[in-house]
């Protein structure tokens, strides 16, 4: 049996109707599950003002204790139209001089004042731009490692699936290949991880811009991936945008990966997976290299001496604070949250005061920007992990 739905404009017309037939208030009350004193107040709300009386009234106070007063926030505007240059903190203090015997109100106040009536002109920020870092050849084994996805294709059971590669630069030697689901960076996070653990740690690593690798949105470009390379000690290799023979070497063994792997694709991620594996093995001990006068790559290339461990918490001891962002990505100082990245979430970053009022945030060894006691948000300075010069070419 469905539920009865009733509502309480319903229920009150009800109410008053069967008073006006003449029954009375305390058994009519009793029935409906209300007081004399509401239904007294219902009947005298009819009484006066019919049947709107009946309706829901607003619950709204009808004054806001906290409300800017209408003459100040005319004297507000009287300031920014006589100097229109002027900000919220340089008007609160103008206010405190010419009114000294009222309460200043707060310099978010006077900014939201001037916001309401469009008199707050909003800077855009500069979004980033990647551009590419310096890059180097490796002249060892681990020297550099090159990473990227080949390609998505489509399996037999039309899953698509995502190639993720690793190399290492000098020998050729073909790390890992593994078909994902995905690029999303927890996928990527296993693979490197377990590579790490097999192989070691490089020096440094050359991708491209892409996610999971670079955040296109974040400071920098610095993906969550990124920085635990850094952590690790792990130098980052970005190619110039529209430029992938810089990332040639790698490059050329997708066009081979392909053609041995994926024409036609397996049916399923296990029957793909199986291939590649096959594929890494003939890749490595039994396909000869000119450019390595004939060798394999596995007769080139041996394990780093740099072995994986879990990154240990970075040290500040030439800043003022270290502070732990949170998993939002903020920096909280007292009852400030100012905006950094959540590239960084849960990361330790320094904070050194370098003028007066202005904070530098650092990050490792890498300067990221600057706040100050106005902007809830780090600003981006210079960039660490822009070239002065980027190749072209892959470098030899």
Known sequence: MPWNE????????????????GEKMAPLCREFGISRVTGYKIFDRYKECGLDGLHDRSKAPYRQANKLPFQVERAILGIKKEFPTWGAPKIRDKLIREYPMIPPPAVSTIH????????VKRRRRRRYKASGTPLSAAHAPNGLWCADYKGEF?????????????????????????????????????????TFREFGLPAAIRTDNGIPFAA???????SRLAVWWLRLGIRLQRIKPGKPQQNGRHERMHLTLKNETTKPASFNFLQQQERFEDF???????????????????????????RYEPPQDPEYPFHDR????????????????????TALAEQLVGIREVDDQVWQVSF?????????????????????????????????
């Open 6 to 21: 009733c509502k309480p404009m319903d229920e009150r017309l009800r109410f008053v109707a069967r008073l006006l037939e």
């Open 322 to 341: 270290t502070i732990r962002v949170t998993r939002c990505g903020r920096l909280c100082l007292g009852n400030r949250k100012i905006n950094l990245s």
């Open 112 to 119: 939201a004042a001037l916001d309401r009536h469009g008199l």
């Open 280 to 306: 890494i093995r003939v890749y490595n001990h039994e396909r000869p290299y000119q450019a390595l006068g004939g060798a394999y790559p596995a007769e080139i290339y041996t394990p780093s001496a740099r």
């Open 154 to 194: 489509q399996l037999g059971n039309r899953q698509y699936c995502y190639p993720l590669t690793i190399t290492d630069d000098r020998s050729r030697y073909l790390l890992a290949c593994e078909g994902l689901e995905s690029t999303k960076s927890k996928f990527a996070f296993s693979i490197f991880e377990r």
């Open 216 to 222: 296109p949105w974040a400071m920098f470009g610095l």
């Open 364 to 396: 490792l060894e890498y300067d990221l920007g600057y706040f100050d006691r106005d902007q809830d948000r780090v600003e981006p300075g210079p960039n660490p992990f822009a070239p002065d010069r980027v190749l072209t070419m892959c470098p030899e």
